[in-house]
């Protein structure tokens, strides 16, 4: 994780006004609503003051700013602790000294990587740039009497669940726990008080936690691939189990690209399974931490679709395995920076922010959490533990099943929705609010539903997609894959076969488990020679058979291209039997034309070497290869000789192959 630390909070009290003053602990379930004009502007001087201490690392309060920041330490330069910064090549460094820090159990060694919170002895810290650092040290004014209170004579002191350092805090909303920002702005209502914890906080007494307040726990399983659990993974869970307290997981993230991610993911299912985890046990998801990792002889992505297809390939390996409740965690200022994707907002659901306010505001669904704080102080843990609100933005009601249609379905997005059935389409309801991206050459918006979602561009119009087709769809990235967007909706054929067109390629299904693509020039070739009513559908995936052909098997027949040509051909039924009897591709060649009906019972398609030949169904299959095609043709073909009745033979130094009305001779 961002790494656990001690619970600072601004406690507060019912009336706002005396926050301004001093400031007083009450329960959070005693606090009333308050309307964001109720919140005096002292109280915004006062949190603004104390997110400008210059005592304190940029984005971490509880981290003390060093003394001063080595010449060695360059402001591309990323600091990840109170004490190490991490170059844009991996290497870490000492903050004051800039000496290169070489020990594994930090920086972990080329093939092992490190346990990510053993940089801040368990602590938590969000990465800030080094630039920010230094500017926050060479401040020339060091407010040192407002390191220790805050304007006004207000106080920071330790409080449980309440609030934390910057005045985000807990209070009730339609008559249920809420969190708001320091503005009373509503983050979450019927929210809950959850922590997150690892190792570091050793043996947690978990009913202790409970009678503390803890409603909740997202546990650590364990971090990379081929590492061990965290060694406190399985007593959290079972204690968990035990005591009632709805838990979640998170794995900490090593990974550089999708194979690695899919290692990953794997590595968690197997622990799952191994802790006796089912997907039914888990309240809250199995969580993808990812952050900028520091790991010796490597260095994290910084493009967000190598990111984007990371996630894809981690979530696939989870819901493989039967684990759906899935979800994204990070820091706002890296889903702001390398993590800046639709498809990776479109799964964070928990972020990190140690300020006033929540910066991300692009969560996809109702549900979220924030993880506000990194020093609490919970009965039954010693030392500090991260501090999170998890609940929803909008109220729902468990018993109003019309609650997810509080969000708005607009534009065409909304037409298309309306036009499937609405509510009661295969989609369902909406679950989020729509996500748009308006810059110049990438205009596009979705929106997420209980089932699926609905995809928009102005060059595509508005079409949505779900089940299998939509999981290959992911599979292959979604819009930033080779697919692109869809272009028109599902269409259901017979057999239980579908298939949905997006702009480079179709997505075939066959029930619920199996799926294909057919791409680009394969596609035309398929439709070109007669579709789905002549081909069936895609039995296997796309293959480069070599000198720029492409083949695609289906049910009734082999479809082929060549690039840079118009060369669109299949090869079906007995003649396809012939040809891979006759060694295929690699004697006979691809398909040069499409099969002709000589008459009397023949059917012959030309290929590059020689030509396919059946008669009477599949009882007789010959090929003409090569010098005694050519004599063939030479001699008059089909009309003075009829059709092959043997396979050409070898007499030494000629060949010969008999036919209807005579045999022909080649060297």
Not at 88 to 95: H, K, L, R, S
Not at 119 to 127: M, N, R, V
Not at 552 to 572: A, C, E, L, M
Request: charged residues 20%; aromatic residues 12%; contains cysteine.
């Amino acid at each position: 994780m961002i790494s656990p630390k001690s619970l600072m909070k601004i406690a507060t009290t019912a009336s706002v006004v005396a926050m301004t003053v001093s400031v007083a602990v009450v329960p959070a379930y005693a606090m009333q609503d308050i309307a964001i004009e109720d919140a005096p502007s002292s109280f915004a001087a006062t949190v603004d003051d104390a997110q400008n201490s210059s005592n304190s690392m940029p984005d971490n309060p509880n981290a003390t700013l060093p003394e001063t920041v080595s010449e060695n330490i360059s402001d591309d330069s990323t600091v990840v602790s109170e004490n190490l910064a991490v170059t844009p090549e991996g290497d870490v460094q000492n903050i004051e000294t800039g000496e290169t820090v070489t020990d594994a159990q930090l920086v972990g060694t080329q093939s092992q990587q490190p346990d990510p919170l053993a940089k801040t002895d368990g602590e938590s810290f969000i990465p800030v740039s080094a630039s920010d650092v230094k500017d926050a040290v060479e401040q020339p004014v060091k407010q040192s009497a407002e390191q220790s209170s805050l304007k006004g004579g207000s106080t920071v002191r330790l409080t449980k669940f309440e609030s934390n350092e910057y005045g985000a805090h807990w209070g009730t909303h339609n008559g249920t726990k809420a969190f708001f920002d320091y503005r009373n702005n509503l983050f979450v209502q019927q929210a809950k008080g959850v922590i997150d914890v690892s190792s570091w906080q050793g043996d947690v007494d978990w009913a202790k936690a409970k009678a503390d307040g803890v409603e909740g726990a997202i546990i650590r399983l364990g971090y990379g691939w081929g590492n061990y659990a965290d060694a406190k993974a399985q007593r959290n869970i079972n204690e968990c189990k035990r005591l009632g307290i709805p838990f979640g997981i998170y794995w900490y993230s090593y990974a550089y690209d999708a194979n690695c991610a899919r290692a990953e993911g794997n590595d968690v299912a197997a622990k799952l399974r191994q802790m006796g985890v089912s997907p039914n046990d888990l309240k809250y998801p199995v969580y993808y931490d990812l952050e900028k990792w520091t790991w010796a002889g490597h260095t994290p992505p910084t493009n967000p679709n190598v990111y984007s297809g990371m996630a894809d390939a981690w979530y696939g390996a989870l819901q493989s395995a039967g684990y759906k409740n899935l979800g994204v965690y990070s820091y706002t200022s890296y889903l702001q920076g390398p993590l800046k994707h639709a498809d990776i907002y479109a799964k964070t659901t928990w972020v990190a922010q140690y300020g006033a306010r929540m910066g991300f505001d692009s969560f996809p669904t109702n549900s979220r959490g924030w993880q506000y704080t990194s020093s609490g102080k919970v009965d039954g843990i010693s030392g500090n533990v991260d501090m999170n609100a998890f609940g929803v933005k909008a109220y729902a009601d468990k018993n109003n099943s019309n609650n997810a249609t509080s969000y708005e379905v607009k534009g065409d997005m909304g037409v298309e929705w309306r036009s499937i059935g609405a509510e009661k389409s295969v989609i369902g309801k909406p679950i989020a609010n729509e996500v748009c991206d308006w810059t110049q050459g990438r205009v596009n918006c979705y929106q997420n539903f209980e089932n699926g979602a609905i995809s928009w561009t102005p060059s595509t119009d508005a079409h949505y997609t779900t089940g299998t087709i939509r999981k290959e769809w992911a599979r292959r990235n979604y819009e930033h894959g080779v697919l692109g967007y869809p272009i028109e909706d599902e269409k259901k054929l017979l057999n239980d076969w579908k298939y949905q067109r997006f702009q480079n390629g179709d997505i075939w299904s066959h029930g619920t488990k199996e799926s294909r693509i057919v791409l680009y020039n394969l596609r035309d070739s398929f439709y070109k020679n007669g579709g789905y009513s002549s081909l069936g559908g895609p039995v296997a995936d796309e293959e480069s058979m070599g000198r720029g052909w492409w083949r695609q098997r289906f049910q009734y027949g082999d479809v082929w291209s060549k690039d840079g040509t118009d060369h669109r051909f299949v090869i079906k039924f007995d003649l396809r039997d012939s040809w891979n009897q006759h060694r295929g591709f690699s004697w006979l060649g691809a398909p040069v034309a499409n099969e002709e009906n000589m008459g009397n019972g023949y059917w012959r398609q030309r290929c590059e070497n020689g030509d396919v030949w059946t008669r009477n169904g599949a009882s007789e299959k010959y090929i003409v290869m090569l010098n005694l095609r050519k004599e063939y043709y030479a001699k008059g073909g089909f009309s003075k000789l009829g059709g092959p009745v043997s396979e050409e033979r070898n007499l030494g130094s000629i060949w010969r192959q008999d036919f209807q009305k005579g045999s022909i001779y080649a060297h």
